[in-house]
């Protein structure tokens, strides 16, 4: 992993308590290591219970070494002040307007216009089942910076859109 991500403090905090429940899940592990170490193989096989376990405890390792690391390398964007401008830790409300397609194998129809609201969050915060989009995908890239009535059209996925910026709050 390289670069710098930026995430809110909300997202630190999230990291922070991830790591932590990695390190307890590799110490619970590691405890049972001796135990399975014990249980007999039969003639044709090895154990299969501490081979499992070896198996498991080196996804978890993995799995913490990686969190680490984007922990070095994570900023913490400070908390938005002001919903004047679309940035990290404001919620926006959209009106996205799917425009004509120029591609003709493209037959699926244009759906109508639709409001959305997305929160704007950092690197590994995105959950756009609750409304939470990181601020380096296609769509908060086409938003950030932008102001309330402004228009943008862009490309998201395989769409032309038309976004009109309805409303900008902070983020709670």
């Known amino acids: 992993m390289s670069g710098t991500f930026y995430c809110t403090p909300r997202g630190h905090e999230e990291l922070q308590q991830r790591i932590a429940t990695l390190e307890a899940e590799l110490r619970d592990l590691q405890a049972k290591v001796a135990s399975a170490a014990d249980l007999p193989g039969n003639v044709f096989h090895d154990n299969f ?25 994570v900023m ?4 938005a002040t002001s919903a004047e401008r679309i940035i990290m830790g404001t919620t926006v409300c959209i009106l996205v307007r799917e425009l004509p397609s120029s591609d003709p ?10 409001e959305q609201t997305w929160s ?13 989009i990181a601020y380096d995908t296609p769509l908060a890239r086409l938003m950030i910076g932008r102001r309330v009535q402004q228009s943008i059209r862009g490309t998201i996925g395989d769409r032309n859109v038309d976004l009109t910026i309805l409303s900008i709050a902070i983020s709670e």
Do not use: C, F, W
Not at 49 to 73: M, P, V
Not at 105 to 114: F, I
């Open 49 to 73: 219970a501490y081979e499992q376990l070896t198996i498991r405890i080196r996804n978890a390792d993995s799995r913490l070494s990686e969190a680490h690391q984007l922990l070095d390398s």
């Open 76 to 79: 913490i964007a400070p908390p």
């Open 105 to 114: 194998r493209r037959r699926t129809p244009m759906k109508s216009p639709e």
């Open 120 to 132: 704007i969050v950092g690197h590994g915060e995105s959950d756009p089942k609750i409304g939470r």
